[in-house]
């Protein structure tokens, strides 16, 4: 399996094989249930502005169709590579079972700026990755959504793109569409909403208000922005926040009204203030109630881990916590970890809730997706924290744990075709 390579594939396997040793999953069970069943790389060219003629490398890894079809979303970045693709869609897997939904992990990306092409070279790429993905893609077998550097729009496209090849209108073909093309109320938000009710259970459990707590944001982009206005909104007090463009700090507190007016109009942190800069590779260490990385993997490394001053430290990016800092967590129990399985899974709850209203052509308003949702990162939330009390294990240890389970029973249950 040496295609599946690089330090983000690396760290989701170093914790893969710890959780196969807590659950004492021989050893040659491991390899079936780690990687992909299916891993898909194209060539996606496109006609520039210039004239010019560019050729894109694009990925769609499915991890396992054990449960049902596969789920995940999109990524166009500079960083995309099999690798990093193949880890986003095992960490999928395990959150999908985690929070009882009938999903393998999938993820997919193409290796791009999408910030340095035009909307028209945007549009033409989206629809070329969509078009070239046709035979592996479906409804019932791998469906698509938004993640870094896609939106709504290119999810449009991506629908759009499909429906002509198939000669009908398939909305569930992805998630995260808008409203007007068969999206879900709800669906935008629904990462850092859940990011928020889950810090807000956190709070309760360590007996400390959400009023007046503070909070540090690492990422300020759709996740991260909404957790800062919900968390702000019900009374904590934003104190930092960074992106690729900018770090701003200040322990009196951020208008995070203006700061997402400010990104709204310009697509960035940068040029919010003169003032409250501050160097972003300290920004994690600052003393807060509430620390929430919501960028990218491995920020959290052994050595920051150590530096740590936050009581939650919720995890809404995917794998920003590297095995070396997992140990030094460990032996901190005064950080209540909320790990990325569980922290982030609010996206692809109400992901499952589009699929499910785009089938039945059925749509719900926004407040009983929000009422769904929370109950189903209620009892996600209830069963980590009794299994970890019960085994005397960390967060995330519990959490894959219930995540590696149901996927070993389920493929065991099934049993082995031919």
């Known amino acids: 399996m040496d295609i599946y390579s690089g330090p983000v594939f690396d760290m989701a396997r170093t914790q893969f094989h710890r959780i196969a040793d807590h659950l004492e999953i021989p050893a040659d ?11 898909v790389a194209v060539a996606c060219p496109i006609h520039c502005d210039d004239g010019s003629l560019r050729v894109f490398q694009g990925f769609r890894v499915q991890h396992h169709l054990t449960l049902g079809p596969t789920k995940g979303g999109t990524r166009f970045a500079l960083s995309v590579d099999i690798g990093e693709v193949a880890a986003l869609a095992v960490w999928m897997s395990w959150k999908c079972a985690l929070a009882g939904l009938p999903y393998g992990g999938a993820k997919g990306g193409v290796t791009v700026d999408p910030y340095a092409l035009s909307p028209r070279e945007l549009e033409a790429l989206s629809r070329r990755y969509m078009q070239e993905m046709i035979p592996f893609v479906g409804p019932h077998t791998d469906v698509m959504a938004p993640d870094m550097g896609t939106n709504e729009q290119v999810m449009a496209w991506f629908m759009d793109t499909y429906s002509m090849y198939q000669g ?12 007007a093309t068969g999206g879900t109320l709800g669906r935008r938000e629904a990462t850092g909403r859940g990011v928020a009710y889950l810090i807000e259970r956190a709070l309760e459990r360590l007996d400390l208000p959400m009023t007046g707590a503070t909070a540090i944001i690492q990422g300020f982009g759709n996740v991260g922005s909404v957790t800062a206005a919900t968390l702000a909104s019900r009374g904590a007090r934003i104190i930092g926040v960074s992106d690729h463009t900018a770090c701003w ?7 995070v009204p203006a700061l997402m007016r400010h990104v709204a109009a310009t697509g960035k942190l940068a040029g919010f203030s003169n003032q409250m800069a501050f160097d972003p590779a300290e920004l994690l260490a600052q003393p807060c109630d509430i620390l929430v ?41 005064e950080i209540f970890v909320i790990p990325d399985i569980l922290c982030n899974a609010g996206g692809v709850i109400v992901s499952y809730f589009e699929w499910v209203q785009d089938l039945q ?12 949702l929370y109950r189903v990162l209620q009892r996600a939330f209830v069963q980590v924290m009794e299994r970890a009390a019960r085994d005397r294990i960390s967060h995330r240890t519990a959490a894959m744990a219930i995540g590696v389970a ?6 065991d249950t099934r049993g082995l075709f031919p």
Do not use: H, S
């Not at 150590?306 to 809404?316: H, K």
């Not at 149901?406 to 493929?411: E, I, L, S, T």
């Open 29 to 39: 069970a491991r390899d079936r249930l780690l990687y992909p069943k299916r891993a």
């Open 168 to 179: 009908q209108t398939v909305t569930e073909i992805v998630t995260g569409k808008p409203v």
């Open 249 to 255: 700090f200040d322990p009196r507190g951020l208008d």
């Open 293 to 333: 990385p919501a960028a990218v993997e491995r920020v959290i490394d052994g050595a920051m881990a150590a530096r740590l001053q936050c009581r939650v430290l919720a995890e809404a990016a995917n794998g920003p916590t590297t095995p070396d800092a997992d140990a030094v967590l460990e032996q901190r129990q």
């Open 361 to 372: 052509q059925f749509f719900w308003d926004e407040a009983e997706v929000n009422d769904r």
């Open 406 to 411: 149901k996927v070993r029973d389920a493929k």
